[in-house]
């Protein structure tokens, strides 16, 4: 009777522990951010964990083609400042442009149309930054859809053990500051 009684307590012990997890795992849902819709990613098993996609309503919205992936992975060991992602004979910005284009390709095909060919016209380029006290580094780049233009911004910050980021793309519109809205859900994301 009592090892029935322990194993009962197990149980709902881990249970409660399992529901914690879950709770604090689907925190970033739940969190308001002004001017934008929340949905969870179909994040696909790789090493990168796509958290949470944002997409932008309302002005500098880029004709409401601003869409935002929230995403973390493991941080490489050893790993202490985020501006070494600004060096690239210590980080290799080739593979970082390879796995932006083909995220890209995978997540904006109501814009792409299915195209998996496209490359950015000019390689990402890390540059350290600071926002709301916290280091960051950060690049644009864009790709050619044929007649639009896709513009691209990455945004990565350390948050031990991981590192966090922010994957946006949208139809460039010279009539909006598209910049501003990333800008300011950075800020909301980094108060997070």
């Known amino acids: 009777?009592?090892?029935?009684?322990?194993?009962?307590?197990?149980?709902?012990?881990?249970?409660?522990?399992?529901?914690?997890?879950?709770?604090?795992h689907a925190e970033p849902l739940r969190r308001d951010y002004p001017g934008w819709v929340a949905s969870?990613?179909?994040?696909?098993?790789?090493?990168?964990?796509?958290?949470?996609?944002?997409?932008?309503?309302?002005?500098?919205?880029?004709?409401?083609?601003?869409?935002?992936?929230?995403?973390?992975?493991?941080?490489?060991?050893?790993?202490?400042?985020i501006k070494s992602f600004a060096d690239p004979e210590k980080f290799p910005v080739g593979q970082l442009n390879f796995w932006m284009?083909?995220?890209?390709?995978?997540?904006?095909?109501?814009?792409?149309?299915?195209?998996?060919?496209?490359?950015?016209?000019?390689?990402?380029?890390?540059?350290?930054?600071r926002i709301s006290n916290i280091d960051i580094v950060s690049s644009?780049?864009?790709?050619?859809?044929?007649?639009a233009v896709l513009k691209m911004y990455l945004a990565l910050w350390l948050d031990a053990p991981q590192l966090r980021g922010l994957r946006c793309s949208?139809?460039?519109?010279?009539?909006e500051q598209t910049s501003d809205r990333v800008t300011e859900l950075l800020r909301i994301l980094l108060k997070a």
């Open 1 to 24: 009777m009592a090892t029935v009684k322990a194993m009962i307590h197990r149980i709902l012990l881990l249970a409660l522990v399992i529901f914690f997890n879950a709770q604090v």
């Open 40 to 81: 969870s990613a179909n994040s696909q098993p790789s090493d990168t964990i796509s958290d949470l996609v944002l997409r932008c309503r309302g002005e500098g919205c880029a004709k409401d083609t601003l869409e935002c992936v929230v995403f973390h992975f493991d941080a490489p060991a050893g790993l202490s400042d």
């Open 101 to 129: 284009a083909a995220s890209i390709m995978q997540e904006r095909r109501d814009i792409l149309h299915g195209r998996t060919d496209l490359q950015p016209s000019t390689p990402l380029a890390l540059g350290p930054s």
């Open 140 to 147: 644009t780049s864009d790709v050619s859809a044929g007649q």
């Open 170 to 175: 949208y139809i460039e519109d010279n009539g």
